[in-house]
Structure formats: C-alpha cells, structure tokens
C-alpha cells in the first residue's frame, strides 16, 4: 500500500488562504443580488403609489432605471422614521464606495427627499430647547 503524502503549510497560510475564499465567496453574492436587483420590474403598488404624489415629486427616471429602489421607497412610504431613514441612506453614501446616481435620479430623489420632510417636519419640544441651551 502506497503511503499518503502530505505537505506542510503554516497555520497563517490556511488562514490566509480561508480569507481569501471567504471573500470571493462574498463578491460572487453580491455580483448575484446586484444582478437580481438590476432585473427587477416596478410593482403595481408602487406605481399606485407614485400615482398619488404631485406630478413634480414623482421619481420617473428612479423607476425606470433603479425600480428596486423606488419598490422599497413606497413599501416604507407610511413608516416615516423607516421612510426617512432610507431615503438618507441612499442620497447620502455613508460607505463610501458607492458610484452616486445620474445626476436626474440623484435630482429625483433629493426633491422626494424634501417632499416626504414637509408632509413629515420634525416635531419638537420644550426639550428640545432645553437640550440646546436655547431660552
């Protein structure tokens, strides 16, 4: 019977090379769900939806190029600190690896952002005064 043959490697190596295949692991899921975001189609809600805003509000150019992203507006339209949370998160690249929207999308998206923050303004309180300092 031949004998098994084996080679040394340290334990750093296997980690090294563990990470690695973690990681490509990890960008060929992301490559899956930005291919499976891309494909996505506007939703008869939301098209409800953006029926119901002012004609100047509705974000067209968002819809027909990134329909995932306005789906997920509308879903989250009547959670205002879910909505509002959200609608931050994509104006806003807080990761800072992200390529921006065309300028129009971007455009759309900042003037639904100021929308939803006049039909939602900031409630105050004596607090809040308070907490500032103000008198």
Request: proline share 4%; hydrophobic share 35%.
């Amino acid at each position: 019977m031949k004998s098994l043959e084996f080679e040394r490697v340290s334990v750093a190596d296997v980690r090294r090379e563990l990470d690695q295949e973690r990681t490509q692991v990890e960008e060929r899921k992301r490559a899956v769900q930005r291919t499976s975001q891309t494909s996505a189609v506007l939703l008869d809600e939301t098209s409800r939806w953006m029926a119901e805003l002012p004609v100047h509000v509705r974000p067209i150019a968002c819809a027909g190029r990134f329909p995932r992203i306005v789906n997920s507006i509308a879903e989250r339209w009547r959670r205002v600190a879910q909505c509002e949370e959200y609608l931050d998160s994509i104006i806003v690249d807080l990761r800072g690896d992200r390529t921006g929207f065309p300028a129009e999308v971007a455009k759309e998206l900042r003037v639904l952002r100021s929308h939803y923050a006049d039909l939602h303004p900031q409630q105050s309180s004596a607090w809040d005064l308070v907490e500032r300092g103000d008198k």
